[in-house]
């Protein structure tokens, strides 16, 4: 089976390699695909990019640094007709075939030349004139990274001083090397900028943005820089009494401040330390414009920065982009929250993505695009560019090179084995499918005006810094559930306050909010005054920016204790109910009126302030929750949601899609995206009546069903639907072919089941419904690398090449989480071991739990334990999770080996066969939410790391059933003609020996009948199998085993069954490693008066010729679609 799937690979990729040019001709583009050579871009009033003056969305490219003088070197991968993209750089024609509105290039090095015998030649290079004479929009890009800009390195006697460069501080330093404080280091900075305008000038390039640093952070313990420090406070505070009595501090003087050795040493010390190197940032930045515009005078170029994606950088994100005239996004556009944020401070400025990670498959790509533009971003700068033929991992220009940058650098664009050729398609997809709906969805304005705003406060994120509390990202839970909804709401920066901003929204939320700057209380108290409804999320503005409880104007009025470690219980709320724990103690006065308690601590209190309302949220909530409890609060402010979305099968409300909506010259327009992990089959009920629906991305109109249209959503993608008066709709689209809801149900239904089968067919070791998957967050806990920074390697190892860079990555099936190490201090993963890092506690989950997934691996070859896990209820009870190295757990360099008696599973590995495991722990008590995990290494363990964690969600008896739990509890079995079984968890093992004999079999006879749910009898009886070891220690498919369920009638007599066969000799494969998803209609098995189980019956059919059991897990009724 593997030679050929080996084969048919071999033959796609080779047709692949000898196709022929798969671009469409520039002369077959038509007129609305291509840009005008040398058209004018201009920017309207929203915000939005014109060309020639229509909203574009604009599809780019950039080329980094050494790019254009090495892509001419020739590598494997391509055929000769495809060497105009793989070889050269793109023309004015190559942008346009490929689908690119607007190119970029990094600008020249040469000004390091007068320090050091390095730098390009930007000005002869006729690469880099290609590309700036394409005469399309240009993007300049003063990324200062080590190798380019960033590449002076302090040498003794050699200019420039040392005073020109940063002192690097603890942590938060990025791409900033040289001082921007030091008359020196500003020197350097402004030769750069300088350098890169007058380039451009010489060479005809006019950029229409000027990019002045690449995800920047500024952390520099200079001399003159804590000179300054010292100065700055003492002309704040007049004395060091005054200092003192703010800080609560000690201090003799303000020039002892300065002598720091960690700013953590208090948190006054670290916050004002923070905004000193905030302030530093902003003024180089306005200093770079400046220095710009002396070079290049036309009035409307524009300047930005790429700021870092977690918003805990000491670049003010509101404070410098107050100073750009163009708004960049983080590193792949950041979250829906982070969308959101940039439109806060956007405000008339264009906003764009920089660096946009596309993936590697053409509908990536296309998918990439869309949910940029349906974020309201007017351009996508495609990340990255290149092929990297110069690597010294591909000198000999060779396949198997190619591969191994590929693995290094999945990213790379250009590299066929990263990204082959014909993906790249998808760029030209989304474009074409945007330009459908471009005059609706493109201008900024997309004339929605939203009744809801968020507070967000940099504030609190700055203390959440110098304590290491992770109370700040409560606010992205909330920003959740007001975009699952859904709602259409606005992001408001603490600083936008005194502007009156808030003022226009009838509710505001602010959510993990610990702590506010001087002014807040008092705009917020009076929003309340004037009418707004304000919610307050878990954290209630209690402290002041250095974390002291706040004691003028101590609005909310709420006083929080300690946490809480509830058991989460129900409330009736609505015509529902809520699922929550109590989070705090809480103090509060007769003003406020206790809605819902659990548990005697209040959960939901509420208080009128003259017209308006103050709501409290004291409680950890699911998602699901949280959405159901906004929409109860907002519906009574009369505030509905943008539309309505239900699950097709449970009717509850369908959650993590992503609703953008304009309403524009007659038509109302959605865009709905599933950012879950698997297909999504729901009802959309539009908020508007009265009109019809289209689908212009599949070009039919949608007939409904009482109000409703069925829509199906994989993960990822996108429906985009407008509706209008048939008039409107037929003059904008044409006359479109109907399709029924009826049609759409059933096509929906078949393509979950395709991808079902296509997933049993992948041979993965797990296959789980990704809906039912949540990543646990790490980024808090991580205290080591994988490769670069692990301290954990032995000398002279080069620890785990090419890990995942960051993002959610499947991994065997299960969707695990990567940190992204160069922005969380380059640290990527835990680590423990008895000698240095003992343990890491509190590791935050909060979530019913029926499945584990570990993705870890030991750093010691051999055997014994490795660390232990350790699993905390919310109750306060514990479970231990012993990982024993070669079972639970094994090496790091173990991945290419395989043994039938490791629990453990490949999860992921690089060429080298090195990589992490996934092992898979079954809670045995999901009905108890999980609060926390521990990792402990004690004494004699050999310690090992943790890359990723994952949680398998228990489904709901709406939707599957697990009564045949495999606990001696719960059973008698009773086995027969030589069959051998063991359990462990939801795991059962049917062992052969040489006494076995054809149709050994094994009756499970419940100890109680178990009630059949009402809707089941349609369904199917679910597992996952494995084959099974034979004497000689070879494991082995090709098992075929029958499954029979005894039953009992309404009263209470046996019934006849039938018997329902997995028989098909190929549906166990002989790979320990892999599990298969087994799928058996109940309708075999149940007879029309059957309503108990009393037994489930499993036999073997024929034994096959080596006497070979096999694994059954996970054993379960499912109910039809």
Not at 600 to 605: A, C, E, K, N
Not at 873 to 883: L, Q
Request: hydrophobic residues 35%.
């Amino acid at each position: 089976m593997r030679l050929f799937m080996a084969i048919i690979c071999c033959t796609i990729l080779m047709g692949d390699l000898m196709s022929e040019d798969l671009f469409p001709a520039f002369s077959s583009l038509s007129e609305q695909m291509k840009i005008p050579q040398g058209a004018d871009l201009s920017v309207d009033k929203s915000g939005s990019f014109l060309i020639n003056g229509e909203p574009r969305y604009l599809i780019a490219t950039l080329y980094y640094e050494e790019v254009p003088r090495t892509l001419s070197k020739h590598t494997a991968g391509y055929p000769a007709e495809m060497n105009w993209l793989y070889e050269d750089v793109l023309d004015y024609e190559g942008h346009q075939r490929l689908g690119f509105d607007a190119t970029g290039i990094f600008s020249t090095s040469s000004w390091i030349r007068q320090y050091r015998n390095r730098g390009d030649d930007a000005i002869n290079d006729p690469q880099v004139l290609k590309i700036v004479r394409s005469g399309l929009p240009l993007y300049l890009d003063f990324t200062c990274a080590p190798w380019h800009h960033g590449a002076i390195k302090y040498e003794s006697g050699k200019l420039p001083s040392a005073a020109a460069f940063n002192v690097p501080g603890e942590g938060n330093n990025h791409w900033m090397p040289y001082s921007a404080t030091t008359p020196e280091g500003r020197q350097l900075y402004l030769e750069m900028w300088r350098c890169g305008a007058e380039t451009m000038q010489k060479i005809g390039g006019a950029p229409f943005v000027y990019e002045l640093f690449n995800e920047p952070d500024y952390n520099d313990w200079s001399t003159y820089n804590r000179k300054m420090f010292c100065d700055l406070m003492e002309s704040r505070y007049g004395n060091i009494e005054n200092l003192n009595a703010a800080w609560h501090t000690s201090y003799g003087n303000f020039q002892e401040i300065g002598n720091f050795k960690h700013t953590r040493e208090n948190t006054a010390l670290f916050v004002e330390w923070a905004k000193f190197m905030e302030a530093c940032f902003t003024d180089i930045c306005r200093a770079g414009i400046e220095e710009i515009r002396r070079v290049d005078k036309r009035p409307d170029i524009l300047f930005c920065y790429q700021p870092m994606g977690n918003l805990t950088s000491n670049a003010n994100l509101y404070e410098t982009n107050r100073y750009m005239n163009a708004v960049c996004a983080p590193t792949n556009g950041g979250n829906a929250l982070y969308a959101r944020l940039l439109h806060a401070i956007a405000r008339g400025k264009p906003i764009f993505d920089g660096e946009t990670y596309v993936d590697n498959t053409r509908t990536s790509i296309r998918n990439k695009f869309w949910l940029q533009y349906a974020r309201g971003f007017n351009a996508s700068f495609v990340f990255k560019w290149d092929r990297r033929p110069f690597d010294q991992y591909w000198t000999k220009g060779d396949e198997a090179g190619g591969k191994l940058v590929a693995e290094r650098f999945p990213y790379l664009m250009l590299n066929t084995y990263a990204l082959p050729a014909k993906e790249l398609l998808g760029i030209m997809d989304a474009k074409r499918e945007i330009l459908k709906v471009s005059d609706l969805f493109t201008p900024r304005d997309r004339g929605i005006s939203p009744q809801i705003g968020m507070l967000f406060s940099l504030t609190s994120k700055r203390l959440a810094r110098a304590t290491g509390s992770v109370r700040h990202m409560q606010n992205e839970d909330y920003a959740l559930a007001l975009e699952y909804v859904p709602f259409s709401y606005d992001a408001v920066f603490e600083e936008q306050l005194s502007q009156g901003l808030l003022d226009k929204y009838p509710i505001a939320v602010l959510a993990g909010i610990e702590a506010t700057s001087n002014g807040t209380p008092e705009e917020l108290e009076r929003f309340v005054r004037k009418g707004g409804w304000l919610i307050v999320g878990q954290e209630a503005m209690q402290n002041d920016e250095y974390g002291f409880a706040r004691t003028v104007n101590t609005f909310p009025g709420i006083t929080l204790g300690k946490e809480l470690e509830l058991e989460p219980a129900k409330f009736a709320w609505a015509d529902g109910e809520i699922m929550a724990a109590p989070y705090r103690e809480v103090g509060f006065d007769s003003s406020w009126n206790v809605e819902r308690s659990l548990a005697g601590h209040p959960v939901f209190l509420s208080k009128s302030i003259e017209k308006g309302k103050v709501i409290y949220i004291n409680a950890r909530m699911p998602l699901e929750s949280l959405c159901a409890l906004i929409h109860s609060i907002a519906t009574e402010k009369q505030i509905v949601p943008a539309c309505r979305l239900t699950d097709h099968q449970t009717g509850k409300p369908a959650l993590r899609i992503e609703v953008n909506k304009a309403v524009r010259n007659d038509m109302t327009g959605y865009i709905l995206i599933n950012n879950g992990l698997g297909t999504q089959l729901v009802r959309f009920r539009p908020a508007e009546t009265g009109l019809d629906w289209v689908d212009p991305l599949a070009g039919k109109q949608l007939a409904d069903r009482s109000g409703e249209y069925f829509l199906c959503l994989p993960p990822n993608e996108r429906v985009v639907l407008v509706g209008g008066t048939p008039a409107t709709l037929q003059k904008r689209f044409g006359k479109l072919s109907v399709e029924r809801f009826e049609d759409a149900e059933r096509a929906g239904i078949t393509l979950l089941e395709d991808n079902n089968n296509k997933n049993k067919k992948e041979r993965r070791a797990f296959n789980i419904d990704s809906n039912k998957i949540k990543t646990v967050d790490l980024r808090a806990k991580v205290n080591n690398g994988f490769h670069d920074y692990a301290t954990w390697k032995a000398p002279g190892e080069n620890g785990i090449r090419n890990v995942p860079p960051w993002g959610i990555v499947e991994c065997n099936g299960i969707p695990f989480e990567f940190v992204r190490g160069d922005h969380n201090d380059e640290r990527t993963c835990i680590y423990v071991d008895p000698q240095n890092v003992s343990q890491v506690r509190s590791i935050a989950v909060a979530l019913p739990v029926r499945n584990i997934y570990f993705l870890h691996a030991s750093t010691k070859d051999g055997q014994g334990t490795a660390f232990r896990y350790v699993v905390n209820y919310i109750d306060g009870s514990k479970a231990e999770i012993p990982v024993h190295n070669g079972s639970e757990i094994d090496y790091w360099k173990n991945l290419k080996s395989k043994s039938s008696g490791r629990k453990a599973l490949p999860g992921w590995k690089n060429l080298d066969g090195h990589g992490l495991w996934i092992y898979r722990w079954h809670n045995p008590i999901p009905e108890k939410t999980v609060s926390s995990l521990d990792i402990v290494a004690g004494k004699g363990d050999t310690g090992g790391l943790l890359g990723a964690v994952s949680i398998e969600l228990p489904s709901s008896d709406n939707e599957e059933f697990y009564p045949l739990k495999f606990y001696p509890k719960n059973f008698n079995p009773h086995v027969w003609g030589g069959l051998n079984v063991s359990f462990d968890g939801d795991q059962t093992t049917f062992r052969l020996d040489e006494k076995s004999i054809n149709w050994c079999s094994c009756l499970f006879q419940f100890q109680t009948a178990i009630d059949i749910p009402p809707g089941f009898e349609n369904g199917t009886l679910e597992f996952e199998v494995n084959g099974g070891t034979d004497m000689w220690g070879t494991h082995r498919g090709g098992q075929t085993l029958q499954f029979r369920l005894d039953c009992l009638d309404a009263s209470g007599n046996p019934v006849k069954s039938g018997d329902a066969q997995m028989a098909t000799p190929d549906s166990v494969d002989s790979d320990p490693e892999s599990w298969q998803s087994i799928r058996l209609p109940l309708k075999l098995m149940l007879s029309d008066k059957s309503v108990k189980m009393k037994a489930l019956f499993i036999q073997f059919m024929h034994l096959p010729q080596e006497r070979v059991g096999i694994q059954i897990r996970n054993i379960r009724l499912k109910k039809s679609l």
